[in-house]
């Protein structure tokens, strides 16, 4: 069972959110507006938030920022506007899903599925690995840059994360897409060039690990 908070200003897109989510025996509460979505998220903790974009007050995207200086839990927006640009600023902020209304339920809840089980799953059993001075502990989702932890969104951990347990495999856009995002993403290959632009420049020196792959994707470059 799942603890979920859904923020959405419109009445009718909590109800049935709420009903498909509890029908799988999950506990859902509920925010009218990203102040709201905030101020729940300090106070109790959420398996998966649920944000939609355009809300009163404070909007989704300005409300997943300030969640973002408090915890890393998981975040689903939502969203009238399908625009790329509105999408890649979202992953940008530190979402780790974006779906555009309208949608059917039952996909919503497959994707909040996805993105749960992809946080809580068993890491590999090399607990920290290094690079010279870069460390990555997979149990606590540290990232260090000689010594100083790294600010990274959690999409971002994901990403790193995949492609150093894949160390010196060459991985297509799309194998990133489906395994990264976990499942088929609507998007093209611009959305996993900018979050590899992002890890790149948060890694600093170690970013020489990251090599590209022209015309095909990226690897993790390491002895």
């Not at 979402?95 to 339920?105: I, M, Q």
């Not at 690995?129 to 989702?141: D, M, P, Q």
């Not at 792959?213 to 990226?218: H, N, Q």
Request: charged share 35%; with cysteine; net charge negative.
């Amino acid at each position: 069972m799942y603890k979920i908070l859904i923020a959405d200003d419109e009445q009718k897109i909590r109800e049935v959110l709420r009903e498909y989510a509890e029908f799988e025996g999950h506990r859902v509460v509920e925010a009218v507006d990203g102040m709201q979505a905030v101020e729940l998220a300090k106070q109790e903790e959420f398996d998966i938030i649920i944000l939609d974009v355009m809300m009163p007050r404070l909007d989704g995207f300005s409300a997943c920022k300030e969640i973002r200086k408090l915890k890393q839990t998981p975040v689903l927006m939502l969203s009238a506007r399908g625009e790329e640009y509105d999408k890649l600023f979202g992953f940008e902020i530190g979402a780790d899903d974006y779906v555009v209304k309208p949608f059917s339920p039952k996909e919503v809840l497959a994707r909040i599925n996805a993105i749960i089980k992809r946080n809580k799953q068993v890491d590999a059993p090399a607990d920290i690995v290094c690079f010279e001075g870069l460390e990555i502990n997979f149990t606590s989702r540290d990232v260090k840059i000689d010594g100083v932890k790294a600010n990274l969104t959690p999409k971002e951990y994901d990403l790193l994360f995949y492609l150093v347990r894949n160390k010196n495999i060459a991985l297509s856009r799309n194998k990133l897409l489906e395994e990264v995002w976990g499942y088929d993403f609507f998007g093209d290959d611009r959305t996993i060039d900018t979050h590899i632009k992002m890890l790149r420049n948060n890694l600093g020196p170690y970013r020489k690990y990251i090599v590209t792959l022209r015309g095909m994707g990226y690897k993790f470059e390491a002895d």
